[in-house]
């Protein structure tokens, strides 16, 4: 069984920072591309930033910039920093990962984190 499990979300004040995480367990043998996705009130999940095992990275428009991801493949971890936040950031954001477990490969998803930007 594979999970992903989010961490680091919170309230922050337009302009400050957070720091997701996301750790993927299980037996896991292989992790191949990773990313963050976010929904807010009343819209569709959109992309926020993609990993792949080699470390090439992609970015959303709005978050180009702003946002670093980045992964640890020793850990089964991806993060994700978040600087200059405004309001327009605030959503649940989703880890995402393609993995190769012993039941072949899947694509799964953590359980979100609640990112509020407000003052």
């Known amino acids: 069984q594979v999970q992903l499990v989010e961490s680091g979300g919170g309230l922050v004040q337009p302009g400050g920072s957070l720091r997701l995480s996301c750790a993927a367990s299980?037996?896991?043998?292989?992790?191949?591309?990773m990313g963050w996705y976010r929904q807010a009130p009343g819209k569709q999940r959109e992309l926020v930033a993609t990993?792949?095992?080699?470390?090439?990275?992609a970015y959303a428009e709005s978050v180009k910039g702003r946002f670093t991801i980045s992964r640890d493949n020793a850990k089964n971890t991806v993060y994700l920093q978040m600087n200059s936040l405004t309001p327009e950031d605030t959503a649940v954001y989703y880890c995402?990962?393609?993995?190769?477990?012993?039941?072949?490969?899947?694509?799964?998803w953590g359980q979100g984190t609640q990112v509020t930007v407000s003052s």
């Open positions: 995402n990962a393609d993995i190769h477990n012993y039941n072949g490969r899947g694509n799964y």
């Open positions: 299980g037996s896991i043998f292989s992790i191949n591309d």
């Open positions: 990993i792949s095992s080699g470390g090439t990275t």
